[in-house]
């Protein structure tokens, strides 16, 4: 497995370095001198957004899709060879704060991440000049924060109780594990899948760390229910 991730990082460095030997445009002076010939004011804010957009899709390269995919690749790869360097198996963190830390990592790592993709658009010139694609988005990062940690903070009751921290994570553990966080792993699972596939890469990292929170969350009750079976046999006998 350290192989395979080695090689997906060498992959993800190649495309990105290719990525910066092509220019955005296939022709970047007729793009700028039709883009510059856009009268917003004539067209009407909308239509001169939608005509700017046909625009730069006829004339944009592969560039940034060779750059957006290597970093997704380059997330994966990293990812795995953290994960599975040492082998298949993997462990939850090793306490309770650590995966609360997790938790709230994925939370702050899913709100920087859309605000890097906001930021990284607009250096690419993803946006009309005359339309306000920053700060309407941007007002709605707070909103965001909130709902994020919100979200991780209310998980952490998962941890109220029967838990234990440290746990193995398998896949074999998914009967008589709590179904809520094997249904949220899958969706998140999908979300990720889907992120990768469209070369969204500002969200496949958050969207790993949320895997791995909720499949600690998921593991460690499972081994917390594990252990007390015994007591439980042995306490009826």
């Not at 899913?110 to 309407?136: C, H, K, N, Q």
């Amino acid at each position: 497995m350290k192989r395979i991730s080695i090689g997906i990082i060498i992959i993800s460095l190649l495309s990105i370095a290719y990525s910066f030997s092509i220019s955005a445009y296939t022709n970047e002076e007729e793009y700028m001198e039709k883009y510059m010939a856009l009268d917003w004011q004539e067209l009407g804010s909308r239509n001169a957004s939608n005509r700017f957009y046909e625009l730069r899709d006829e004339y944009l390269s592969n560039k940034y899709k060779f750059q957006d995919y290597g970093f997704t690749l380059l997330i994966f790869g990293c990812a795995t060879l953290i994960l599975f360097g040492n082998g298949l198996s993997v462990n939850a963190p090793t306490s309770n704060v650590k995966v609360a830390l997790v938790g709230f990592g994925a939370a702050l790592l899913t709100v920087s991440g859309y605000v890097g993709d906001l930021f990284l658009e607009f250096f690419r010139g993803s946006y009309p000049w005359w339309a306000d694609s920053m700060g309407i988005p941007l007002m709605g990062v707070p909103v965001f924060a909130f709902i994020f940690i919100g979200w991780a903070a209310l998980n952490l009751l998962a941890m109220n109780g029967k838990f234990k921290a440290g746990a193995p994570i398998s896949i074999r553990q998914i009967k008589g594990s709590n179904y809520f966080y094997v249904f949220l792993f899958v969706v998140t699972a999908l979300i990720v899948a889907l992120c990768a596939a469209e070369a969204y890469f500002w969200m496949v990292l958050p969207g790993l760390v949320w895997l791995y929170f909720y499949a600690s969350l998921w593991a460690g009750r499972y081994a917390a229910n594990k252990s007390m079976q015994p007591t439980a046999n042995a306490s009826a006998d």
